[in-house]
């Protein structure tokens, strides 16, 4: 069994870093989409739920990538969901000892974030397979670069739905908020501006690099 | 039988996946329930602690608080132990011990899912003298205005809930109007894009008042600090 896996490479800063910009989960991987459109529309709710995701995401990756060998390829799906979900449930338990505000204004997103489909995707394509070093690194690449791409959409839904930053008035009394970005809708809107900045940013970078070696050849 | 040709393996063993199965489930239980009894007397602690809050931001000047439990169909008598399901009323106090009000929990349907509120009553001013929302998971940004716009807020700190001659019936039942059209008393100015949320405040003040109000009036010397 053991030689199916992939020899124990020494941990790289790229298992964190890709999680960040280049395999973003939400801009690039379009990956749990749910949670980060229903729970985007104030920057701290966004907030509160990428940290809350991280969390889940790093302990579930955790406990399947040191279960790898233990746990058979035809159960592992229930295996993980079970994982998963007892650490969602812990997240629940938790954040209303910390704070029943906040555990009232994140409400039913907290446990679904079963479903996100970027937690069990780490498990199945990255932890499942890689040891426990490189698991948590790429968990907490994900999960950052999740509460991060989560937090540029709360803060934009935020600023022009309600002219506020975590509840901080930013425009004089004559704003008028855009309604419309607090409501669903609105999250794809922002979703659809930020997946544009992404392309083209890529777009541009492909083509100076394909420039560069055009030039390197010549 | 004869089908197609076996070419995959044998069966997978069941007993890998059994241990695995249960053998995760149990570490999963486990974790669940000692991070529960971790934490509950601590959200315990919390869920007390705000409605101790909120009891003295709906009754304002009330320096301490006794909670007080419904009897079958008439009096209230001070709660000793658990409520056992009973319905709740919490009366406050002010600094020389006089009773400044009683605070009630009132529930409905909101825009998204139920929401829960506790308001206060003053006996002198036959008036709603202040609200708090416990828990709404109304629309962010729009329905959860209930909760944040000062302008609805102002509403509620003397809303008139006054009893008719025989103190049977509310005069007149609180309703909901257009925000800016409020003319009486008794009438909630709703908010421009929760109308329905507010309009669900205005509903369960108004079933709430009718059913509980006359009842707390005639057996207010039930609300005695200490007794």
Known sequence: MAGTLPPEAPLGTDEFLKGLWRENPVFVQVLGMCPALAVSNSARNALAMGLATLFVLLMSNLVISSLRRFVPREVRIATYILVIATFVTVVDYVIQAISLDLHKALGAFISLIVVNCLILGRAEAFASKHPLGQSALDALGMGVGFTAALFSLGAVREILGNGTLFGLSLFHEGFQPWVVMILPSGGFFTLAGWLLVFNVARERRTRVAATGTAEAAS | ?227
């Open chain 2, 1 to 227: 039988m004869t089908g197609a040709p076996v070419l995959e393996a044998a069966p997978p063993p069941v007993w890998p996946m059994y241990r695995a199965l249960v053998g995760v489930g149990l570490l999963c239980g486990l974790l669940i329930v000692s991070v529960f009894e971790l934490t509950r007397p601590v959200i315990e602690r919390n869920r007390a602690e705000a409605l101790r809050r909120a009891i003295f931001e709906v009754l304002p000047g009330s320096e301490s608080v006794a909670t007080f439990r419904a009897l079958g169909d008439a009096g209230f008598e001070p709660l000793a132990g658990e409520p056992g399901g009973a319905r709740l009323v919490h009366a406050g106090f002010d600094s020389d011990g006089h009773l400044v009000g009683v605070a009630l929990e009132a529930s409905g349907m909101g825009y998204q899912d139920v929401i829960r509120l506790l308001y206060g009553y003053s006996f002198e001013r036959e008036a709603v003298i202040g609200i708090r929302v416990l828990e709404s998971r109304e629309t962010p940004g729009l329905g959860d205005k209930i909760e944040t716009d000062p302008d609805f807020l102002a509403n509620f700190e003397s809303l008139d809930v006054s009893l008719d001659a025989e103190g049977a019936r509310i005069l007149h039942p609180i309703e909901a109007v257009k925000r800016g059209a409020k003319e009486h008393p008794w009438q909630i100015d709703g908010i421009t894009g929760a109308t329905i949320s507010s309009a669900a405040i205005a509903d369960m003040l108004r079933r709430s008042t009718a059913t509980w109000i006359s009842r707390i009036h005639r057996n207010r010397a039930d609300f005695q600090r200490g007794a």
